[in-house]
């Protein structure tokens, strides 16, 4: 160190022994002023319930303040130390402020992870509802795809029903056809049969022979349940006409009882004799005569269908197959 | 500026000379010297300089401290430590002011975050 510099020190050094000597100012300066609001302030405010160590720490700092103020300590000395007493007094503020908003924010990071996780369980449930909701969607069209394959197998069998059956009535008719001779009247459907093939001469019992021809009109007969049936005896003139009606409706009634114990319902079913009434061909000639004498089964047509009653008009009286 | 290990040399020198004043602070220890150098590096560090307010009492520390070096050069210790004390204070206070600034911006980004999360999810559900 050079002269300069030591005798600066020493100068300095005494100035400082002679102002130690000055008493103190007698009214506070405003730095301390300052630093008794500072505190004021600073305990009024959020530091006294966040920050309690720190304002201590602040009243701390300006009691000594004070204490310099208050004994001999000159006006640098409180300047100062009211200086950093006031600084004190803020920070304990700016702490307890810093506190406060820790919490917050720590307070909204919590909101918001809740938030995420409400919001990931909700999302989570609606994937479940929807793939629940996806997984009835696809068991109602499959169980309505099996409903209409189910329907469509139904109807397909009961087409293909439809279809054996009109097959088995084709079958019984053709088989019938081609021995017998089978007429659409306004009777109904006429099946004549000749007695030549069913009876031995004047006899009224079914020959044995005749059996599989009988056979086949049961069966014709039923296919169509629903319609009635009405046999008929028929003969030539030859014999007298008593003789013949009593032979006709004989005739009439062994082929009625074959056909009833050949599955006939009974109910269905009558036999009438119409001796040589009703002759279809001359009875001059062997030809005729042997045409004459048959046995007609009558396959009636389904009755018309009743109308309902209307108010105004008498119901009409219902065709009975003509 | 001086480091703190030139200045202390620089005292202890004086020291032995026997021209520090015998009074309220005597010797200044490296320790008192670098308290609040740290500090101000410490504010410093924490972004005191981005915020207006931290940065008002930055720079209050950094002239503190310039003002108690000049006065160890001069042989005012006592006055030095309180410098020292000043400049102490206000970088402890730009160093909070500067950590409340960051603790609201926290707080601001996390409200931010509470209402992107709802408009997303009203979003979705439109």
Known sequence: ?322 | MRSPRTLTIMLGAMGALGLLTAGCATTLSADEIAEPKARIAAAEEAGASENPEAALHLNLANDQFERASKLIELGENARAARFLDRASADAELALELAHLDRTRGEARDAMRGIHELRRAHDFEIR
Not at chain 1, 34 to 43: F, I, K, N
Not at chain 1, 105 to 113: F, G, I, K, V
Not at chain 1, 272 to 277: D, I, Y
């Open chain 1, 1 to 322: 160190m050079n002269t300069t510099t030591l005798r600066r020190l020493q100068i300095l050094a005494l100035s400082l022994g002679a102002s130690a000597l000055l008493a103190c100012a007698t009214s506070p300066p405003d730095q301390l002023v300052a630093a008794r609001d500072a505190y004021r302030s600073a305990a009024a405010g959020p530091a006294s319930t966040s920050a309690p160590d720190e304002l201590q720490e602040a009243q701390k700092a300006l009691a000594r303040a004070e204490q310099s103020y208050a004994g001999d300590g000159d006006d640098t000395e409180v300047t100062d130390l009211a200086y950093v007493a006031a600084r004190r007094a803020e920070l304990a503020t700016v702490i307890a402020n810093r506190r406060v908003a820790e919490r917050r924010a720590e307070d909204l990071h919590e909101q918001r992870q809740r938030l995420s996780e409400q919001l990931r369980q909700e999302a989570a449930k609606e994937l479940v509802a929807t793939k629940d909701a996806l997984e009835e969607a696809s068991r109602r069209t499959q169980d309505a795809t099996e409903a209409k394959i189910q329907a469509e197998r139904e109807a397909d069998a009961a087409r293909a029903e439809a279809r054996a059956t009109k097959e088995q009535m084709k079958e019984a008719r053709e088989k019938l056809a081609r021995w017998a001779e089978m007429v659409e009247t306004r009777r109904g459907t006429v099946i004549t049969l000749s007695s030549g093939i069913l009876f031995a001469t004047a006899k009224a019992d079914v020959l044995a022979g005749a059996s599989g021809r009988l056979d086949d009109v049961a069966r014709y007969l039923q296919q169509s349940p629903e319609r009635r049936v009405r046999v008929e005896g028929h003969t030539d003139t030859a014999g007298g006409s008593s003789y013949n009606q009593s032979l006709s409706q004989a005739r009439a009634d062994a082929v009625r009882s074959y056909l009833v114990t050949h599955g006939v319902s009974p109910t269905r079913i009558t036999a009438v004799g119409f001796g040589e009434t009703r002759p279809v061909a001359t009875n001059d000639t062997v030809e005729g005569r042997a045409n004459n004498r048959r046995v007609e089964i009558v396959l009636e047509p389904l009755p018309a269908p009743v109308p309902p009653p209307v108010s105004d008009s008498p119901p009409p009286i219902p065709d009975e197959g003509e």
